[in-house]
């Protein structure tokens, strides 16, 4: 197993980064992932499709995938200063080496 993230950037309050999550040794579509922010939970999308989020992103950030490039991927809008962070994303016990996002005021 093996995930590798990538598109964390620095941007100013209120833009947009899209983070991706390259998978290998697995199928992203045949289970559960997450995204983490430096230990905490911010969304997840589960085998079927459902997606959860953290009341900190709710409306804000979009949890996706794509089964052909077995890649996940965060959709982060109207970014905000305290979403700042190093952003991972992980299955099961499995994590990538993170991306960091920088968001200034």
């Known amino acids: 197993v093996h995930l590798v993230e990538s598109g964390g950037a620095s941007v100013q309050a209120g833009g947009s980064l899209r983070l991706s999550c390259q998978a290998s040794?697995?199928?992203?579509?045949?289970?559960?992932m997450r995204w983490m922010r430096q230990g905490q939970w911010v969304a997840s999308i589960t085998s079927s499709g459902s997606a959860l989020y953290a009341d900190s992103v709710k409306g804000r950030f979009t949890i996706s995938r794509d089964d052909e490039k077995n890649t996940l991927y965060l959709q982060m809008n109207s970014l905000k200063p305290e979403d700042t962070g190093m952003y991972f994303c992980s299955m099961g016990d499995n994590w990538g080496q993170g991306t960091q996002v920088t968001v200034s005021s």
């Open positions: 040794g697995f199928t992203v579509s045949s289970y559960n």
